[in-house]
């Protein structure tokens, strides 16, 4: 299989001085060690991820679900929160890139013992280590420790702030389900004020030119969210009305969103994703989540299991999306280089 | 010693133009054209202006306990090196400064130490735990000048009533953090949209200004002063502004950084924008300029807080509060102040020597009067230079101003009638 898509040419229409409409091919060049968040990259750089994640998901199909692409490198998945989905998408990512991979959990190692972040990074660099995978509970965490090694560094979670990876596989299907993002109304629905999932894809799908509406009851939904380009309602028949797609966030009742709402319930009756509801949203809504969900709470399990529901799906994406990441970041231009 | 030929600013006795000052001992003797006196040592002030030494009322030297990130020796230098002569150390050390005894030790120290003037702040509360009052008498008697709480306020209502009424017995100064936990809780920055962009915790301006309010009603119930520390945000200045006309007494100050970044300084999460109350947005820091050149505000402090790389060097939301400022709240000053809101030089020099003398009841410096203290600096107006992280007197480099270039710099200073530095070499 061809692997030369470091680039990706993106199709530019520009007025001249003169008045004329000019054409140019913008080629897209990834140069990042780093995934940080969607709000760092252009929009030519999330297609490149978008494009390089299509051709992976063709491995995916083959009875090998293998190639030599990272060969000789080694991938950390570093987590201070527990993860089922993200981690283990990530290890089969990088391990159908024929990479090595190391899990570390904060339970067991010198996490516990007090060695900081930082320092947890540097060792890890120092071992030979190429991409470190991050999952931490405090936003900016990624940042921190891309400033303070070479090595690449995804951000698989960083507390409330981005989710990159999650948004490009949302981003991804619904490309498979409806084409293309641009100008469909999409609905994020949920616990925004404590979600970056939501943030990652509210940078995402505004890039990429999709009207975002934020839902959720007023005490989630974050002071100054409109400035970043997205509608804001509190009505959850609203949200549905008009949109293409909604993606449906998991409440965290044991953690953040416990006192913003009475209980599950309550919530579930007020802002749960039912068939009832949908009856009144377009036939061909796509409905996303980014697991684990909770039946009865945020969706009901009907929906959850139902037509328009792409929730597995979502999840076989996410191989493929993080596969094209640990590639493009392993293999990035580097501007020094 | 004679300062010849400097562009004397005293606003105290109104005073500006090119003189000489004659300094015998440790206090002014004369202040004159053309002193000629034989066998007296010279400083060469042309070009440059003179003025009362600054006095910069919080600070955190962060003695006793704390000696790994700051001492009172090279807070001293920092601070002098920034054209200090006078500062208030804040309490929050380790014990914290809640007893006679501790007051008694530090004074020990700052006599042995200080190269500038240290007056110690105490504690309103016992262990700053916002419960039982310090013994303010004794503290008093061991030389406290003020008493604060800083780094967090006396949270409950009651305590602080008490707290401002033995202070108006005992005739010392509250100097109040106003901070409602209840609404700032873990907030880390400016609660609003770099807020939500970031995923951190916001602090409502609330948290700030519901508090003032609630100690402006406290001095006008008790019929006395107050002080309020490091205001940050417009509502907080409007507040004062109509405080200050209903005749309540309040003095307030706010700290350089308040008028200098916004908080979309955070948004690389560079921890060295991390402090408390946070960077607000760009309409504060116009309302917190225009506060000080109405006189809203009175005062100019730094809130130098030292911290330590590995308590800054760590994940934003863990990171200790507060950055140094004792060596860039001059420039700064000038930078925004006189350059950006054309505030003239003689409101510059009361909001950072005349007005917190005032406050603090130091009749004998923020002036040059014949027969005060000797406590004088020399600033040249258009230096530009570089705050380089080697250039640092301070112990601690927690600045987000390293790599600035800034303007304006205090070159020589006089404390008690001894140069302390001279030509930016300090003795």
Redesign the interface.
């Known amino acids: 299989m061809k692997l030369s898509y470091v680039k990706s040419p993106e199709e530019k229409t520009k007025i001249s001085p003169k008045g004329n409409k000019v054409v140019t091919k913008k080629t897209a060049i990834w140069t990042k060690k780093d995934l940080l968040g969607l709000?760092y990259l252009s929009k030519e750089e999330i297609g490149l991820i978008l494009d390089n994640a299509k051709s992976f998901k063709e491995v995916l199909a083959r009875p090998l679900r293998k190639v030599p692409t990272l060969r000789g490198k080694t991938v950390v998945n570093l987590f201070y929160e527990p993860s089922t989905r993200t981690r283990i998408s990530f290890e089969l990512a990088a391990k159908r890139l024929s990479a090595d991979v190391i899990n570390m959990v904060k339970e067991g190692s010198s996490i516990q013992k007090g060695e900081?972040?930082?320092d947890t990074g540097r060792n890890l660099e120092a071992l030979k280590t190429d991409v470190i995978v991050v999952r931490?509970n405090?936003?900016?965490?990624a940042?921190?420790l891309s400033r303070a090694v070479n090595i690449s560094v995804v951000n698989a979670g960083?507390?409330?702030?981005?989710h990159p990876t999650q948004a490009l596989l949302d981003i991804f299907t619904l490309n498979e389900k409806l084409g293309n993002v641009k100008g469909l109304n999409i609905s994020i629905i949920g616990d925004i004020a404590h979600s970056?999932v939501a943030?990652s894809n509210i940078w995402g799908l505004t890039k990429l030119g999709a009207n975002v509406t934020v839902c959720a009851p007023g005490k989630l939904i974050?002071?100054?969210?409109e400035?970043?380009g997205v509608k804001v309602t509190s009505n959850i028949d609203e949200a549905i009305k008009k949109a293409d797609a909604i993606n449906v966030l998991r409440m965290q009742f044991e953690r953040d969103a416990a006192g913003a709402f009475p209980s599950r319930i309550e919530y579930f009756k007020t802002f749960g994703i039912t068939e009832e509801r949908l009856k009144k949203a377009k036939k061909d809504i796509v409905v996303m989540h980014p697991g684990p969900i909770n039946r009865g709470v945020e969706m009901s399990a009907e929906v959850a299991d139902g037509a328009n529901s792409v929730i597995l799906e979502q999840v076989t994406n996410g191989i493929a999306i993080r596969m094209a990441v640990l590639y493009l970041v392993t293999h990035a231009k580097r501007e020094n280089a | 010693m004679i300062i010849k030929n400097g562009y004397i600013i005293d606003p105290l006795n109104k005073r500006e133009g090119v003189f000489d000052i004659l300094i015998s001992g440790s206090k002014i003797k004369k202040v004159a054209k053309n002193i000629q006196e034989k066998g007296e040592e010279i400083i060469d002030a042309k070009n440059k202006i003179v003025a009362p030494g600054l006095i910069d009322m919080h600070v955190h030297l962060r003695e006793p306990g704390r000696e790994d990130i700051e001492t009172v020796a090279r807070g001293t230098r920092a601070a002098i090196s920034g054209g200090i002569t006078s500062v208030c150390s804040m309490p929050n050390t380790l014990p914290p400064i809640d007893d006679a005894k501790i007051v008694k030790h530090l004074n020990n120290i700052i006599k042995k130490e200080a190269l500038a003037n240290v007056f110690v702040v105490g504690a309103i509360t016992s262990g700053r735990s916002g419960r039982k009052l310090v013994d303010m008498a004794n503290m008093k008697k061991e030389g406290a000048i003020a008493l604060s709480d800083d780094g967090s306020s006396v949270q409950d209502e009651h305590v602080m009533f008490e707290a401002v009424k033995k202070a108006k017995e005992n005739d010392i100064l509250l100097i109040s953090h106003c901070e409602n936990k209840n609404i700032s809780k873990n907030g880390v920055v400016n609660e609003g949209m770099i807020a939500t962009k970031l995923g951190l915790r916001g602090i409502p301006k609330r948290a700030e200004y519901e508090f003032i309010e609630r100690d402006i009603n406290l001095a006008k119930k008790a019929k006395t002063k107050i002080h309020i520390a490091h205001v940050s945000c417009k509502e907080s200045v409007n507040i004062i502004r109509k405080a200050k006309k209903d005749g309540i007494n309040i003095t307030t100050e706010s700290a350089p950084h308040y008028f200098s970044l916004d908080e979309s300084a955070c948004v690389t999460y560079d921890t060295r924008t991390k402090m408390n109350p946070p960077l607000r947005s760009v309409e504060d820091i116009e309302a917190i300029k225009e506060g000080l050149k109405d006189g809203t505000l009175d005062a100019i402090a730094s809130d130098h807080a030292p911290h330590g790389k590995h308590e800054k060097e760590i994940e934003f939301d863990f990171a200790a509060f507060g950055i140094i400022g004792l060596e860039t709240s001059l420039s700064l000053a000038i930078m925004n102040l006189i350059d950006g809101k054309k505030i003239p030089w003689k409101k510059l020099i009361e909001l950072m020597s005349t007005n917190p003398a005032g406050i603090l009841g130091l009749k004998q410096k923020g002036n040059l009067s014949e027969e005060s203290d000797a406590d004088i600096v020399i600033i040249d107006p258009e230096k530009k230079w570089t705050y380089t992280k080697d250039s640092i007197l301070s112990k601690s480099k927690n600045s987000p101003f390293i790599g600035w270039t800034l303007k304006g710099l205090a070159t020589d200073a006089v404390v008690g009638g001894k140069i302390v530095m001279k030509n930016r070499k300090i003795i």
Do not use: F, V, Y
């Open positions: 709000e900081t972040l930082i931490h405090c936003s900016g965490a940042a921190m960083d507390g409330w702030h981005e970056r943030r974050p002071a100054g969210i400035k970043l």
